[in-house]
């Protein structure tokens, strides 16, 4: 009768024993498809954070990478563009002999393209960052790009602050709120403006126009072409003379 009793307490244990087993197996079983489904939730969401941030990356380079709109031959034309004589002034803002060129000819070549006689096609690039301590050249070519883009009526005011107000070479430059303010002042909306110089949205299409600057074996700005023949005398007089045998040829 002992031993009939120890026999089914033994059973009893080791069916105790046999389902704590099944119950521990249970919980492994439960804790490791718990940490599959944990990985695989994090994977997935790591998965959708990279896409959202290559994404963004993405939109910011299609920004940056954008040209300016109201272009011709990557240049901005001032007058009528069935003008007989094409004048070709490619520039750069931080030059202190484009300035000089600019106080010496505007005034002519304001009248020539409001008479119909030239039409003027601006080439501003951007060669002397080195002589600025803030890539000053960059900086002011892409809020000129800016203003072409959001505002083209607006660009031979711009144009002519940025000379008025030509930083000294290896200096900080203008400021990028300066260059804001200038955009402003020559009527450009400032809530539209201030994101395209601030983030330099055009700064791709800046070195874009001055790579061709160098393709086209130019060395120095200024760089004037009349009807396509490049010109090594700036002054009043040459540039007048060169206009006129071009209207009459």
Known sequence: MVNARQAKSARE???MRAEAARREARGRAIAIVSAVVAVI???VGAGIIIQIAKHNQDTKTQAATAPPGNLTNDGFVVGNSNAKVTIQIWEDFQCPACKNFESLNATQLAKWAADG???LEYHPVAILDRYSSTNYSTRALNAAAAVIDIKPSAFVAFHTLL???QPAENSAGLTDAQLIDYAVQAGVDRATVQSAISGQKYKAWTQKVTDLFSQKGFTGTPTLLVNG???DDYSVAKVTAA???AAKG
């Open 243 to 245: 206009v006129q045998a």
């Open 41 to 43: 939730v994090i994977a």
């Open 117 to 119: 006689t030239a039409k």
């Open 229 to 231: 023949k490049q010109l």
């Open 163 to 165: 000379y008025q107000n």
């Open 13 to 15: 244990k080791a069916e």
